[in-house]
């Protein structure tokens, strides 16, 4: 059974801090990381795709890094604004490129103004 | 920009009745989704849809459960006894350009 952890569960930080979160994922029968915001009553936002490993991507202030050999993530947000405020999940593709996404349980995380 | 909608937003149901939740998916995506978050747990996948049938479905996903695209751009899940467990968030998603679109989900409560 494939299992994908986020950390940590929640995170509280003022406006303007740099956050970072974590996500584990078994390295084998990889095929794709992927990175979500989710904001309460709307639908989950895809903000990264990730594949290969060494992968860095960036979306405004959010960027994320993947190691695929030891099976990890992580999303980096710099300069938190209370709009970051949302759940972020990753969720990892294995096998195929129309495979499932197994989720984690999420980062919650709140930016205090 | 084009989005996956669902309907309905909430259902309330009485155990054992049949519940069908309807998404419109991405118009030019191929490969649709069903997937569920119960209250406090990881979100979980049930279903995938491709080509007008199933590709790959979970344990979750057994008899009670079904999946159909009746006009080429509906896609429906239908419970069709449901039970307390069932109560959760539903999820339906299309993909393209390998990523995964999600509606903003329906909320099934199971009385």
């Keep these: ?113 | 920009e084009p989005e996956v909608t669902q309907t309905p937003s909430h259902q309330v149901t009485q155990m054992g009745q049949e519940v069908i939740l309807r998404c419109v998916p991405i118009s030019n995506h191929l490969y649709f989704y069903w997937y569920r978050q119960i209250l406090g747990q990881k979100v979980e996948f049930l279903v995938s849809f491709y080509n007008n049938e199933i590709s790959e479905k979970s344990e979750i996903f057994d008899d009670q459960f079904s999946v159909e695209r009746p006009d080429g751009s509906n896609f429906t899940l239908k419970i069709r006894s449901t039970k307390l467990e069932d109560s959760a968030m539903y999820f339906c998603a299309s993909r393209g350009r390998g990523e995964l679109f999600f509606g903003e989900g329906s909320r099934l409560t199971v009385l």
């Design chain 1, 1 to 113: 059974i494939l299992n994908v952890e986020q950390s940590p569960q929640s995170l509280h930080v003022q406006e303007g801090d740099s956050t970072n979160f974590t996500c584990s994922f078994p390295s084998s029968n990889f095929y794709a990381l992927h990175w979500y915001r989710w904001e309460t009553a709307k639908s989950p936002e895809a903000l990264f795709v990730m594949t290969l490993n060494g992968d860095e991507k960036k979306k405004g202030r959010i960027s994320a890094t993947l190691n695929t050999k030891e099976g990890y993530s992580y999303l980096y947000i710099k300069g938190s604004q209370p709009e970051d405020s949302a759940t972020y999940l990753c969720a990892m593709r294995g096998g195929t490129s129309y495979g499932k996404l197994t989720f984690g349980q999420g980062t919650i995380l709140t930016v205090h103004p």
